[in-house]
């Protein structure tokens, strides 16, 4: 990857609508060169996809909160139950397995209180847990797809 990718790069991350055109001009190549490099970085699945972005607030996911799990057993059949689990929750947007004090890190979006309760009562429904704690976000500070290149 050159400096010409990072920078087509760099354009992608910050707005994906834009014209190949648009993008060729702003770095100084033709249009169907910089197509090919497109094409290129999505082949070596370097751009993985393109998505809208959505503004969580107003469509009603007002609430984001940190849940943090301690697994109940250390081996690969509860981690695959409880991965399929949390899969079907689409409040759970983001979803890692960490070092540390809690084996799991849950990123989940919802309306309102209210509407944790319902995701809370899912989550400890559908598998054995140690134990689980929540953290609600009071104000974001910043947010970015981007990631630096």
Aim: glycine content about 4%.
């Amino acid at each position: 990857m050159d400096k010409l990718d990072r920078e087509i790069l760099r354009l992608l991350q910050k707005d994906a609508t834009q014209s190949v055109a648009d993008i060729a001009e702003q770095i100084g190549l033709s249009t169907t060169p910089c197509w090919r490099r497109i094409q290129s970085l999505e082949k070596q699945g370097i751009i993985d996809k393109r998505v809208v972005l959505l503004n969580p607030e107003k469509i009603g996911l007002g609430m984001t909160v940190f849940v943090q799990v301690k697994a109940a057993k250390h081996d690969s059949i509860w981690l695959k139950t409880f991965a399929d689990h949390a899969a079907n929750i689409e409040q759970i947007v983001e979803f890692y397995r960490m070092s540390g004090e809690y084996d799991y890190m849950l990123k989940v979006v919802v309306a309102d209180m209210q509407a944790f309760d319902v995701f809370y009562k899912r989550l400890v429904g559908g598998v054995d847990l140690s134990d689980v704690t929540s953290s609600f976000a009071m104000e974001q500070i910043k947010y970015t797809t981007a990631l630096p290149l």
